[in-house]
């Protein structure tokens, strides 16, 4: 999720019937698929907001009815060949509920937060019960959802971006239990337990207690709003993998807490974990429209410094911004096989085109889960 744009309350009116967007400008899906060579990968992608773009309206289950301001939708995913995603439980503070069903009033506002995240998680498991997709809390489930034939319903990975909607650290056990599997303790904006991108601080004394308990659980850590000083204070409070879902490099964008560093880059694949490029335009490139040799030279940056076993996609689609906002030619699901064109003009074997697209990713979200079961399994021997 990047921020609030305008383009969401005009979603909103669609839902309501006030405006009226001609359908226009159609994805180039169908060509895309169409040209889609035979060993084109499938797509693991880290970042979605699906729960977000649902209550925003329309449903996403459906069809979109303006492929120009949004991208997101199943039907679109399974054209893209999305099999499996990290979808967002997304809250935002300082947004008023009655307009906003992800928003709270602030950060003494743990009622609302927490209302606000119980909501999107029950968007998923709505999407399961009604199976139209699969969470995945295990690793058979993840490995399951790798292995079933394309257009089955995709496996979801429940991300928590932003940790305000756990009303104490007790809690992640309940969270847990409902499907959480990873989780970045704030969105830009801050929260109780991190500063964020946008409002820098410490890791608080509740936000050291959240990671002693998310550990506890086997929860994977995502540090992409982390700012600076609180992705020092994770590092220093967990010896536990440690991904960045949707993390671009800030050696080639603006100089800002939103994108890694190379020192972060490397601390994260020390510690087994990955990072997911972000498609968003103006986290690619400063000053002038995106491509994609801008995404794929984000790509090579971290490949550089961590390995291409690092990197996969965490592209972020209408985490607030249009299609076209991102980088030209590759916003929206089905348009991800020009991202693989690019890594393969860039030298990327066909092999190494599947570790990007769903390789990594697996591999990585395997372990964690894994080391989750494992420590279930100390946990109960200990009687805990
Ligand atoms: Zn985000």
Same mark, same amino acid.
């Given at each position: ?14 839902? !309501? +019937? ?5 359908? @226009? %400008? $159609?994805?180039?899906? *169908?060509? &895309? #698929? =169409? ?94 019960? !009604? +199976? ?5 809390? @295990? %690793? $058979?489930?993840?490995? *399951?959802? &790798? #292995? =079933? ?103 080639? %964008? $603006? ?111 395997? %372990? $964690? ?16």
């Amino acid at each position: 999720m990047v921020a609030q744009r305008t383009f969401r309350r005009m979603t909103f009116a669609d839902s !309501t +019937g006030h405006t009226h967007h001609t359908p @226009s %400008a $159609a994805p180039a899906a *169908a060509t &895309a #698929a =169409a040209h889609t060579p035979a060993h084109a990968p499938w797509w693991l992608d880290a970042h979605l907001d699906l729960a977000y773009l649902h209550l925003g309206g329309p449903t996403v289950t459906e069809e979109l009815p303006d492929p120009v301001t949004r991208g997101v939708s199943l039907p679109a995913l399974a054209r893209g060949n999305v099999r499996i995603f990290l979808g967002t439980i997304f809250t935002e503070v300082g947004t008023d509920a009655a307009s906003t069903p992800w928003g709270y009033r602030d950060h003494d506002d743990i009622k609302g937060a927490h209302a606000a995240g119980v909501r999107q998680l029950k968007m998923y498991e709505w999407l399961e019960h !009604t +199976g139209r997709a699969r969470i995945v809390r @295990s %690793a $058979a489930d993840l490995d *399951a959802c &790798a #292995a =079933a034939p394309a257009g089955s319903p995709p496996g979801i990975v429940i991300l928590m971006e932003g940790a305000d909607p756990v009303r104490s650290p007790d809690e992640f056990a309940w969270w847990h239990a409902r499907g959480v599997r990873v989780v970045g303790l704030t969105w830009a904006k801050g929260s109780r337990y991190a500063g964020g991108n946008a409002a820098q601080g410490p890791l608080t004394a509740i936000g050291r207690r959240a990671v002693e308990a998310m550990d506890a659980l086997g929860i994977l850590h995502d540090a992409s709003h982390l700012c600076d000083e609180s992705f020092a204070g994770v590092c220093a409070a967990t010896s536990s993998r440690i991904v960045a879902t949707h993390s671009n490099v800030r050696a080639l %964008a $603006a100089p800002v807490e939103r994108h890694l560093t190379d020192a972060q880059i490397a601390e994260i694949a020390a510690r087994g974990g990955m990072i997911g490029l972000n498609l968003y335009g103006k986290f690619l490139t400063a000053g002038r429209a995106a491509t994609l040799a801008d995404a794929v030279a984000h790509v090579q940056h971290v490949a550089a410094i961590a390995g291409r076993n690092c990197v996969g996609l965490g592209s972020d689609f209408d985490g607030g911004f249009a299609p076209a906002d991102c980088a030209t030619g590759c916003g929206r699901p089905e348009e991800l096989p020009a991202l693989a064109a690019g890594l393969a003009q860039a030298g990327f074997t066909h092999a190494e085109q599947a570790a990007f697209a769903h390789g990594n990713w697996l591999r990585t979200l395997r %372990a $964690a889960l894994h080391d989750a079961e494992r420590g279930a399994v100390s946990r109960m021997s200990l009687g805990r």
